[in-house]
């Protein structure tokens, strides 16, 4: 590996969601590790706690005197940068070797027995489900998470024991060519990220590229209906949740609390009466592919049952915050208007007599721009839409592009755009009973005041 005989390890964009898993790991291999972010939040916190020396300012100054030698310090940084950073020029123009999060994590992840989960959806849930069933085994595993696990509490698992290596694929900047996974998941490949691809046809060409480099003898799990062009030398197996058809399906499907209970048929046997305490039918679909990689690593069926049994599901992910007779409050990160569809229509499946009232803040420019009109059909589920601004992330403004785009093609009476300086005013104004977040911006932070209000309420 190019880090084998540095020293120290700095991240610019530390706090990232999938950079923070890499410097827990590197930390984890004895490596000195630092970094920067734009801003300070719980999860940087937690990382400075660890032992993660991070800064919030652009400022060449604050880079620790221990990451200033080329000779022994490795710079990874996050995609998501503006164009012109100071800290990724400062590091440039010293002749630092300076790589993106993608090579860093297919460093790692080549060197294992790689499992990469991909797909626009689907991905953090599949792939933390997974690394708990793996790690409630004899196999083991270690992964690399894209949200924050609630059984661990963290994005990272790592076991010294186990060759086996568990990545989110991520299709964003074609991230995922760098891995070269022994299985590999897809879970859709839905129309996404085109100020990358440009069409929905070039992103099922990037998919199918990441599916070619399977390796030999790999094998591909993807949802049943996707068909993607599979190489000669990958076997693949199929899953759905009611399609008969599919090689791993779901049979005596039936809520139990806000979870659900069922049976799988799998090419070869039958595994019953798994018990997945999360809610939502988004994350049954999730759980089946899950148990579609652990039945092809061999893991016993009895195995695969208890540890979703015990599974307590991610952080951000149809995230229950409340629970109550006469409030009920979940959280999600849905941002593209096929999640935002499958959680809506899940949350409905539980709680079909409730006024509906859900909080969105889109996310890119590009991505409102290229989806406008899905977005407003995909929030006509709600009964009650209350409009964030959009989260511009690492994209400057687009003229003419807005919430505004959005709003107005919404065909619901009640909506309202709000600031968000307005929007736990106008929460408690419409006082919900059944009250939903969506968004992959910075829409978390309102997560705990909006439950601790409803919690009083």
């Given at each position: 590996?190019?880090?084998?005989?540095?020293?120290?390890?700095?991240?610019?964009?530390?706090?990232?969601?999938?950079?923070?898993?890499?410097?827990?790991?590197?930390?984890?291999?004895?490596?000195?590790?630092?970094?920067?972010?734009?801003?300070?939040?719980?999860?940087?916190?937690?990382?400075?706690?660890?032992?993660?020396?991070?800064?919030?300012?652009?400022?060449?100054?604050?880079?620790?005197?221990?990451?200033?030698?080329?000779?022994?310090?490795?710079?990874?940084?996050?995609?998501?940068?503006?164009?012109?950073?100071?800290?990724?020029?400062?590091?440039?123009?010293?002749?630092?070797?300076?790589?993106?999060?993608?090579?860093?994590?297919?460093?790692?992840?080549?060197?294992?027995?790689?499992?990469?989960?991909?797909?626009?959806?689907?991905?953090?849930?599949?792939?933390?489900?997974?690394?708990?069933?793996?790690?409630?085994?004899?196999?083991?595993?270690?992964?690399?998470?894209?949200?924050?696990?609630?059984?661990?509490?963290?994005?990272?698992?790592?076991?010294?024991?186990?060759?086996?290596?568990?990545?989110?694929?991520?299709?964003?900047?074609?991230?995922?060519?760098?891995?070269?996974?022994?299985?590999?998941?897809?879970?859709?490949?839905?129309?996404?990220?085109?100020?990358?691809?440009?069409?929905?046809?070039?992103?099922?060409?990037?998919?199918?590229?990441?599916?070619?480099?399977?390796?030999?003898?790999?094998?591909?799990?993807?949802?049943?209906?996707?068909?993607?062009?599979?190489?000669?030398?990958?076997?693949?197996?199929?899953?759905?949740?009611?399609?008969?058809?599919?090689?791993?399906?779901?049979?005596?499907?039936?809520?139990?609390?806000?979870?659900?209970?069922?049976?799988?048929?799998?090419?070869?046997?039958?595994?019953?009466?798994?018990?997945?305490?999360?809610?939502?039918?988004?994350?049954?679909?999730?759980?089946?592919?899950?148990?579609?990689?652990?039945?092809?690593?061999?893991?016993?069926?009895?195995?695969?049952?208890?540890?979703?049994?015990?599974?307590?599901?991610?952080?951000?992910?149809?995230?229950?915050?409340?629970?109550?007779?006469?409030?009920?409050?979940i959280d999600d990160y849905a941002h593209h208007?096929?999640?935002?569809?499958?959680?809506?229509?899940?949350?409905?499946?539980?709680?079909?007599?409730?006024?509906?009232t859900g909080i969105f803040q889109p996310h890119l420019y590009?991505?409102?721009?290229?989806?406008?009109?899905?977005?407003?059909?995909?929030?006509?589920?709600?009964?009650?839409?209350?409009?964030?601004?959009?989260?511009?992330?690492?994209?400057?403004?687009?003229?003419?592009?807005?919430?505004?785009?959005?709003?107005?093609?919404?065909?619901?009476?009640?909506?309202?755009?709000?600031?968000?300086?307005?929007?736990?005013?106008?929460?408690?104004?419409?006082?919900?009973?059944?009250?939903?977040?969506?968004?992959?911006?910075?829409?978390?932070?309102?997560?705990?005041?909006?439950?601790?209000?409803?919690?009083?309420?």
């Open positions: 590996m190019i880090w084998t005989n540095l020293n120290s390890v700095y991240f610019i964009g530390v706090g990232g969601i999938g950079m923070s898993a890499l410097a827990r790991y590197f930390l984890s291999q004895g490596k000195e590790v630092a970094g920067y972010d734009r801003v300070s939040t719980a999860l940087t916190d937690k990382l400075s706690r660890e032992g993660i020396d991070i800064h919030f300012e652009d400022q060449p100054v604050l880079i620790p005197a221990a990451f200033r030698n080329p000779e022994r310090t490795l710079v990874i940084y996050t995609p998501a940068l503006p164009e012109h950073h100071q800290q990724l020029d400062y590091f440039r123009k010293r002749g630092f070797r300076v790589i993106k999060r993608s090579v860093a994590l297919g460093e790692v992840f080549n060197t294992g027995r790689g499992i990469g989960v991909a797909g626009t959806h689907g991905k953090t849930s599949i792939s933390t489900m997974l690394a708990h069933i793996l790690h409630s085994s004899k196999l083991g595993c270690n992964a690399f998470l894209g949200g924050i696990g609630k059984n661990r509490m963290s994005n990272l698992y790592l076991d010294a024991t186990s060759n086996i290596i568990i990545a989110e694929a991520d299709e964003y900047d074609r991230s995922f060519l760098t891995l070269f996974p022994e299985i590999a998941v897809v879970s859709s490949m839905d129309a996404d990220h085109l100020d990358i691809y440009h069409s929905e046809e070039n992103i099922r060409k990037g998919f199918e590229s990441y599916i070619a480099q399977i390796r030999e003898k790999g094998k591909l799990i993807h949802k049943y209906g996707l068909e993607p062009q599979v190489p000669n030398h990958v076997e693949q197996y199929s899953y759905s949740i009611d399609n008969k058809q599919a090689d791993y399906h779901t049979h005596k499907l039936t809520l139990h609390g806000l979870g659900y209970r069922f049976t799988v048929v799998t090419p070869n046997m039958i595994i019953p009466d798994i018990q997945l305490g999360i809610p939502g039918m988004v994350n049954v679909e999730n759980a089946l592919a899950g148990i579609a990689v652990a039945h092809q690593l061999g893991i016993a069926p009895e195995t695969i049952a208890r540890a979703l049994s015990t599974f307590e599901g991610v952080e951000r992910r149809f995230d229950v915050q409340i629970h109550h007779e006469e409030r009920i409050y208007p096929e999640e935002i569809k499958a959680f809506l229509s899940s949350v409905r499946i539980l709680f079909p007599d409730k006024k509906l590009t991505r409102t721009r290229d989806f406008v009109d899905e977005f407003a059909r995909s929030l006509e589920m709600l009964d009650h839409l209350i409009l964030m601004e959009i989260y511009p992330a690492r994209e400057e403004p687009i003229p003419g592009v807005s919430a505004s785009m959005i709003f107005d093609r919404v065909n619901l009476k009640e909506k309202v755009l709000v600031s968000r300086e307005q929007l736990l005013r106008v929460v408690r104004e419409q006082d919900p009973a059944l009250l939903v977040t969506m968004g992959a911006g910075d829409i978390n932070q309102f997560v705990a005041p909006l439950r601790e209000w409803m919690k009083k309420r």
